[in-house]
């Protein structure tokens, strides 16, 4: 079945420091992959997006993300924390044309000054 | 602003009244969607709608009927739920379904809490 999983359900990072969160997919299908972030009392709100064309996708807030095929991944990362960034972070694979998105469990980032 | 609307923000209730929740998209969107998130448990999606019409029930039980009168309303009727409904209820939109490459946008959510 396909499925998306994030390796860790919480990150804690210092203040400055490199945020990565992982996301893998199975599938021997590429889907269209979708990076959201949740802050407190507040929906699903779209990071970035990979459909086509180059691997290496940059979303707001200084977020950026790699599809790698040959890995099945589609981690997100961030070259220096802030604490503004504290928050819930999905990951969500859409592989029919239906645009049905499988959501990863979640990964809660804890950013520590 | 997400384009996504959701009335009430929060709503507690008893397990024996009735309530809506309503969800309002300004995006030109033809596919809406409902979707449970409950603490501890990755997000559940409940209901699918595209053009109106109902495309996905997700053995959600009764007491959640889903009403769709156009493209851009979307309402969740609720009746006699259970303290195991208590959740937050986030709707969402996106362009239409068959456009696998459009991402869902996302309201803030109803925080239902159920007595």
């Known amino acids: 079945a396909q499925s998306v999983t994030q390796l860790g359900s919480h990150v804690s990072v210092s203040e400055g420091a490199l945020v990565l969160l992982r996301c893998n997919y199975s599938?021997?299908?590429?889907?269209?992959l979708f990076w959201y972030v949740q802050y407190p009392n507040q929906g699903l709100q779209l990071l970035l997006k990979?459909?086509?064309?180059?691997?290496l996708v940059k979303g707001i807030n200084g977020f950026e993300a790699e599809f790698k095929k040959s890995e099945t991944s589609f981690h997100l990362t961030k070259p220096s924390a802030h604490m503004s960034d504290a928050a819930e972070y999905f990951c969500?694979?859409?592989?029919?044309?239906?645009?049905?998105?499988?959501f990863g469990e979640g990964t809660q980032l804890t950013v520590n000054p | 602003e997400t384009g996504v609307t959701q009335t009430p923000r929060h709503l507690v209730m008893g397990m024996t009244n009735k309530k809506s929740l309503k969800c309002e998209q300004h995006?030109?969107?033809?596919?809406m969607y409902w979707y449970k998130q409950s603490a501890k448990k990755p997000l559940e999606l409940m209901f699918v709608?595209?053009?109106?019409?109902?495309?996905e029930n997700n053995s959600v039980p009764s007491r959640f009927s889903p009403e769709c009168p156009n493209s851009s309303h979307l309402f969740l009727h609720l009746h006699t739920l259970q303290p195991e409904d208590s959740a937050l209820y986030l709707c969402?939109?996106?362009?239409?379904?068959?456009?696998?490459?459009?991402?869902?946008?996302f309201g803030d959510g109803t925080r239902l809490s159920i007595l």
């Open positions: 969402a939109s996106s362009q239409e379904l068959g456009i696998g490459n459009q991402p869902q946008h």
């Open positions: 599938s021997s299908v590429p889907p269209y």
């Open positions: 990979y459909t086509t064309g180059a691997t």
């Open positions: 969500a694979a859409s592989w029919t044309s239906g645009s049905r998105l499988t």
């Open positions: 995006l030109g969107h033809n596919a």
């Open positions: 709608y595209n053009f109106k019409e109902q495309t």
